[in-house]
């Protein structure tokens, strides 16, 4: 019994021992795939000596593992969920656009000289203010008016010197002052005009009022500029009369935009009743101002259409834009006159 027990027990070692042999090359496969990884990892932070500017790696010996690098995972930029621009936040809110504005009136160099010459001008007084003071203090003490009619020398020596040093803070804040005044500040460039509230009937004539100026600027521009031969494709009095002309009605459109936020704030402010009216005035405007935003359009379709009839030399557009010049000034009187 006792070696028959042996024996059973010693074969079921054998079959264990040869079930782990039969299992070698699968735990051999498993220890290179757990060393592949490692190195995967060890790379991302330890590039290669040939990469990093060091001396070449050694070649792996024939029959050694070798590892092959992961090709790089490309890189996902996620949408920004930001807007473009603040411009484009301050056009639909109200608000943040009179917080814009403030903040660029606030950050205008006149505005900050302005704050600098009330800023000295404080300091330069109360300069003054002590150093009248001390020089009081220095005669009372000198005199002996300031005790009992003997004249304390060391207060009054002390006080003259304070008179002296505040004095000295006087001259130089009052030269500070004085250059600040001298300043002129570069006439900064005009920008366009600021467009009206986001909820005002005159925002959209506006923005087409913006967007017309600057592509007739562009095309009056081409029409200024002479061809190869010396010669122009409009003369130069239609081009100038043109520019006045556009910048006359743009003049009378704002004006009468103007007089329809006015008329929107003071409709705001009314009571219920009186409203209707109200309404039906700014419908006018509104409708006053769309003819007049039509017929700056009609002048720069005829400017577009002199620059493309320039090389052709032909004179209908120049009769075109003459007529569109014309007609648009009569428009800037009438729309001068609403206004």
Same mark, same amino acid.
């Given at each position: ?80 969920? *930001? /807007? ?5 936040? #301050?056009?639909?809110?109200?608000? %943040?656009?009179? =917080? @814009? $504005?403030?903040? !660029? ?119 200024? *500029? /002479? ?5 122009? #494709?409009?003369?130069?009095?239609? %081009?100038?009369? =043109? @520019? $006045?002309?556009? !910048? ?92």
């Amino acid at each position: 019994m006792g070696s028959s027990g042996r024996r059973r027990d010693f074969s079921e070692f054998n079959a264990k021992l040869e079930k782990h042999i039969e299992r070698l090359p699968d735990y051999a496969q498993r220890a290179q795939e757990k060393a592949q990884r490692a190195q995967e990892k060890l790379q991302r932070y330890f590039p290669p000596a040939e990469e990093a500017g060091g001396k070449p790696a050694a070649q792996p010996k024939p029959g050694n593992f070798q590892h092959r690098p992961s090709p790089p995972r490309p890189i996902v930029r996620r949408p920004s969920t *930001v /807007p473009a621009t603040f411009a484009a936040v #301050a056009g639909q809110v109200p608000a %943040v656009e009179q =917080a @814009r $504005a403030k903040w !660029e009136r606030w950050n205008h160099p006149a505005a900050k000289l302005e704050r600098r010459k009330r800023r000295t001008s404080r300091v330069l007084t109360l300069w003054i203010l002590i150093t009248i003071m001390l020089g009081v203090l220095t005669v009372l003490a000198g005199t002996g008016l300031l005790a009992a009619g003997a004249p304390d020398i060391g207060q009054a020596v002390l006080a003259g010197f304070g008179t002296l040093a505040f004095g000295t803070f006087s001259v130089r804040t009052g030269v500070k002052l004085h250059n600040l005044k001298k300043i002129q500040l570069p006439s900064a460039p005009s920008g366009p005009p600021p467009l009206p509230a986001a909820g005002s009937v005159a925002r959209e004539p506006m923005e087409r009022l913006a967007e017309s100026e600057a592509s007739l600027g562009e095309l009056l521009n081409q029409l200024a *500029v /002479p061809s190869s031969l010396g010669t122009f #494709a409009v003369p130069e009095v239609s %081009v100038a009369d =043109a @520019r $006045a002309t556009a !910048e006359q009605a743009a003049l009378a459109l704002r004006g009468l935009a103007g007089r329809i936020q006015a008329i929107e704030r003071g409709r705001n402010s009314a009571p219920e009743r009186e409203r209707g009216a109200l309404d039906a005035a700014v419908a006018k405007l509104r409708e006053q101002l769309d003819d007049g935003i039509e017929g700056y359009g009609s002048l720069v379709a005829a400017a577009g259409r002199a620059v493309a009839a320039s090389s052709d030399g032909l004179g209908t557009s120049r009769e075109a834009l003459t007529d569109a010049t014309d007609h648009l000034a009569g428009l800037a009187l009438a729309l001068k006159d609403l206004s």
